[in-house]
Every structure is written in C-alpha cells, then in structure tokens.
C-alpha cells in the first residue's frame, strides 16, 4: 500500500556533504516514527536516524550524530536526510521505512531500492 523512493545519493569526497530524500506514496501510519537506515555489502541493515510524527523528536546512530540531520515534511510526503562530513565509513545503501520504535530495523513498508552513497577520494 505505501511506496517509498529513495533519492539523492552519489560520489563524493571525504568531508562532503549530500542530502537524500525519501517520497512516500500511500496512506502511512503517522503514529509511527520515519527512519533512515543504511546497509553496506556483507553487513546488517544498520539503523541511522529517526524523526517523530511532528518532528520535535529526533534521534540519531553514535556514529552519525553531530554529523547527520534528519526533517520531515508531512504535506509533501518526504522525509530528508542531510549527511555532513562524510567518512569512507559512511558508504553504503540508504533506505527509507517507518519503524515502531527508535532502533528497531523492521519496516513497517515494503523496502524501496535505496539509494547509493559511496564516499572515496
């Protein structure tokens, strides 16, 4: 019922900057927080960031905070992610889902295709 697209990722050098977004399409449950969520090859889906139905709650990964931001805009269905200073470490597949609780990396939606972030000199 709910589709999400994932937009915004590329190649960039350590320290850039790149900003995704996430359109939903579909009726979504807005009880629910909206999270970002990343995935390198070989490796577990890792939890990002997450944002609150009216955004006053945000929370964030250790190894992301102070670095990344996350916003939401309930009347244009998006949900951003501005990703600051990047690090090698930070490469990998960015998704979009809504999730019950902070931490949790079950999606509440179908995963969309994700969006590729690679950070290299």
């Known amino acids: 019922q709910v589709q999400l697209v994932e937009s915004g990722g590329g190649l960039v050098q350590p320290g850039g900057s790149l900003r995704l977004s996430c359109v939903y399409s579909g009726t979504i449950f807005t009880d629910y927080y909206m999270g970002w969520f990343r995935q390198a090859p070989g490796k577990e889906r890792e939890s990002v960031a997450a944002?609150?139905?009216?955004?006053?709650?945000?929370y964030y990964a250790d190894s992301v905070k102070g670095r990344f931001t996350i916003s939401r805009d309930n009347a244009k269905h998006t949900v951003l992610l501005q990703m600051n200073s990047l690090k090698p470490e930070d490469t990998a597949v960015y998704y979009c889902?809504?999730?019950?609780?902070?931490?949790?990396?079950?999606?509440?939606?179908?995963w969309g295709r994700g969006t590729q972030v690679t950070v290299s000199p």
């Open positions: 889902n809504g999730i019950p609780w902070w931490g949790s990396t079950q999606g509440l939606y179908d």
């Open positions: 944002v609150s139905r009216s955004g006053g709650s945000t």
